[in-house]
């Protein structure tokens, strides 16, 4: 996690996560708090497990989001995905584009969380986004994901052939 300057300015993630809240408040992610020798709370970067448990967790509790996301596939940091859609959200509202009817994205290679289009449907109610993947395995979690979510009507999961997509 990078808790640095260089975040947006918005990003609740600015701040330092607390995880003993997280931890009382959500079981399963609190099995993975850890305390060191001062008693301070701190998680295993390094497992993959802990990661994928803050994940969920990060997005069920900041955004009511909730999502599966498979073992061996990759376990997006929500912070940095956040700070993402908020530079967006910045580049959109400079070019006067955020007042726009919709917005319409493409999140190519949207991954088995479909993060990217999770956060900023939620956050942006009047986006929408079509989220591509190669993966079939990826593309269903995310489906799922779109589905548990009920944001159907705002995001379209497609399968696409291979990894090289023309746009004109």
């Given at each position: 996690m990078a808790f640095n300057q260089f975040m947006h300015p918005r990003n609740i993630y600015r701040q330092k996560i607390n995880y003993d809240h997280l931890a009382q408040e959500y079981p399963?992610?609190?099995?993975?708090?850890?305390?060191?020798?001062?008693?301070?709370?701190?998680?295993?970067?390094?497992?993959?497990?802990?990661?994928?448990?803050?994940?969920k967790t990060l997005l069920k509790h900041d955004f009511h989001l909730d999502v599966q996301i498979p073992e061996q596939r990759l376990v997006p940091t929500v912070p940095m995905?956040?700070?993402?859609?908020?530079?967006?959200?910045?580049?959109?509202?400079y070019c006067r584009l955020s007042s726009a009817s919709i917005i319409q994205g493409i999140d190519i290679g949207t991954g088995s969380c479909s993060i990217f289009?999770?956060?900023?449907?939620?956050?942006?109610p009047d986006w929408r986004f079509v989220a591509t993947e190669i993966d079939s395995i990826n593309l269903d979690y995310a489906d799922k994901n779109v589905k548990n979510n009920n944001l159907q009507d705002k995001i379209i999961s497609e399968y696409i052939l291979s990894s090289f997509v023309l746009v004109f």
């Open positions: 399963e992610f609190g099995r993975h708090v850890c305390r060191d020798s001062k008693g301070k709370p701190h998680i295993d970067y390094n497992d993959i497990t802990v990661l994928r448990s803050l994940t995905r956040l700070n993402y859609i908020l530079w967006i959200e910045d580049l959109l509202q289009p999770l956060l900023a449907t939620i956050l942006n």
